[in-house]
């Protein structure tokens, strides 16, 4: 802790919480399974406690004949309470630590070290104003990655659950028996809700896991982290421009998002047969159609927000422009433009959404409008309206949900998060050896040693030899590559090709060959020969006709992806 000072005790808030916690759960398993059941969980509970404690060798027999005499029902009862327990005062501990927080965030003097306040307090102490640390987050780039572990994928009923006790926790005008009888509803259904899946989990099955996280925390959380950081520069020094402190422009300051989420689930391929170019597609089309949907309900909730009357307050020319483009002719929204402006903007989304899924919304437009061509244009729209509403008087209404939306959108765009494709370097270099063999290049590549390899990809590099035709005869681990990297051209939504187990020169450059797609390559860890190698394909490369460098595509028909670099594992 910063200055030394001690956290404030909330033990006892804890203690209680974890009795309650426990007492509940004790209810409902007399309830469902009756005091019997209750009886036996309370006596195992006692003597473990009592030998832990003392290591008496008495009581640890006492236990053992305990547990060696129980039914299989009594055994089952007895291990469910016992992990129910550990989940309930995991929950009650969350609650505590979240508890604590509070109380350092309350206390400029408290706050710990690690968190933002206390990072920032030792900006300013170090004299550093807005404009090097402007400077820092523009070079900034942090992805938390959600990776592919499905045997670690909890039920989201399970977690639904979590939330809604640990919600519940929190202090309330409620009546407290009312809270208290909500409680029990709560671990009355967790404890007769399974922990477990019956079935394995498909790979959508794990993309959907995932997306649930970013409805869960990262959509909201993460745009109200930005702007916190935004409101925290501006208060340090002055701009680049050199405004002082207070000046508008220092106020209109904004951060280049700097904290992400990219994922695996979809395109980890290293050991999983059943990711391919359909389910890159469909992870693609499940993460967009979480990210409009948020926006959709943000836009939504923001029309509600913004009832101002056009008879009270001055608009800007372009909010005018834009509610007049809505085509929404409603009497009872005549005179409040931003609403009628925000219902063009919904239009507009609603009709991306439906270009892009087949199908309208849950809550469809009430007006009929072009969808949105790229996500930079709904920005420029909600700048328009952010700018009206400062220019003219109520620039504390352009912050809240309007500034969290905007900051969404440059955070997680219309794809929500980039997607990283993983695949064993092994299985690259077979399919690179397969096209070689295909285009009567080398019939046997991976007979080659190390050195061959190397010299032999980096003179193919410069030739105009067509390494792919649509009539030459391929493996189906080649075919199935191929299609992969042509979908992730086509969405554009990717990070890394990250590649694992070999670091050899020869294995590195098969999976360039492999990233066809990338304009430019920085690998993690280098060496003379890759250098050369990079050098040697430092442009982009066509994916339409013969995967050979642009300089030399004879029908110059190559396409431009988003930069990104390989990463290897």
């Keep these: 802790m910063s200055n030394n000072l001690p956290v404030p005790d909330v033990s006892e808030s804890l203690r209680h ?220 020094g002055v701009s680049a421009e050199g405004v002082a402190l207070g000046d508008e422009k220092t106020q209109d300051l904004e951060l280049k998002p700097f904290l992400r989420v990219a994922s695996w689930i979809g395109g980890d391929r290293d050991g999983n047969p059943f990711v391919d170019a359909d389910i890159l597609k469909s992870t693609l089309n499940l993460h967009s159609r979480a990210a409009l949907t948020h926006y959709l309900n943000e836009l ?67 007006t009929r409008l072009p969808a949105y061509a790229h996500v930079q244009a709904l920005e420029e729209d909600l700048r328009t309206v952010a700018d009206s509403l400062t220019l003219n008087g109520s620039g504390a209404l352009a912050g809240g949900r309007l500034r969290q939306l905007r900051t969404a959108l440059r955070i997680f765009g219309f794809y929500l998060a980039p997607l990283d494709l993983r695949q064993n370097s092994d299985v690259h270099e077979c399919v690179v050896a397969d096209l070689f063999k295909g285009a009567g290049v080398a019939a046997d590549y991976l007979s080659l040693g190390e050195e061959a390899r190397v010299q032999f990809l980096l003179a193919e590099m410069s030739t105009p030899r067509l390494l792919y035709s649509p009539f030459a005869h391929y493996s189906e681990d080649t075919l199935k590559e191929l299609a992969i990297f042509r979908q992730a051209q086509s969405a554009q939504c990717w990070r890394y090709c990250c590649c694992s187990r070999k670091l050899g020169c020869a294995a590195l450059q098969s999976n360039v060959w492999m990233s066809i797609l990338f304009p430019c390559l920085k690998p993690l860890k280098t060496c003379a020969a890759r250098q050369t190698f990079l050098r040697s394909c430092s442009t982009c490369l066509c994916t339409k006709c013969c995967f050979r460098p642009a300089r030399v595509c004879r029908k110059s028909c190559w396409a431009t992806p988003t930069a990104t670099r390989m990463a290897v594992s």
């Design 300 to 366: 939504h909730a923001l029309g509600a927000e913004l009832s101002l009357s056009g008879t009270l307050v001055a608009v800007s020319e372009g909010l005018t422009q834009l509610a007049n483009a809505s085509g929404d002719n409603s009497e009872q929204r005549r005179d409040e433009p931003y609403r009628r402006a925000l219902v063009g903007l919904y239009s507009r989304l609603a009709a991306t959404y439906e270009k892009l899924f087949g199908v309208p919304p849950v809550k469809p437009a009430s």
């Design 17 to 236: 919480e974890r009795r309650l916690l426990g007492r509940m759960l004790g209810e409902t398993i007399a309830q469902y399974h009756g005091p019997q059941a209750l009886d036996l969980v309370e006596s195992v509970r006692r003597h473990s406690v009592g030998f832990q404690k003392g290591g008496d060798a008495l009581v640890f027999s006492k236990l053992g004949d305990q547990l060696d005499e129980m039914s299989l029902d009594q055994t089952l009862i007895l291990i469910r309470a016992f992990s129910y327990f550990s989940q309930l005062t995991n929950l009650a501990e969350d609650h505590d630590a979240l508890r604590k927080l509070r109380l350092l965030r309350g206390d400029a003097r408290l706050h710990a070290q690690g968190t933002f306040e206390y990072a920032f307090s030792q900006l300013a102490k170090a004299g550093l104003n807005n404009s090097t640390i402007t400077e820092f987050f523009s070079r900034g780039d942090v992805r938390a990655v959600l990776t592919a572990h499905p045997t670690e994928v909890q039920r989201k009923s399970v977690l639904d659950l979590q939330r809604r006790i640990l919600a519940l926790l929190e202090p309330s005008q409620r009546d407290p028996q009312e809270a208290e009888e909500e409680l029990k509803v709560a671990i009355a259904t967790l404890w007769q809700t399974r922990l477990l899946r019956p079935t394995k989990l498909s790979v959508l099955d794990e993309v959907e896991n995932g997306i649930s996280y970013f409805h869960a925390s990262f959509l909201k959380e993460l745009p109200r982290l930005h702007t916190r950081m935004e409101n925290r520069v501006r208060q340090l």
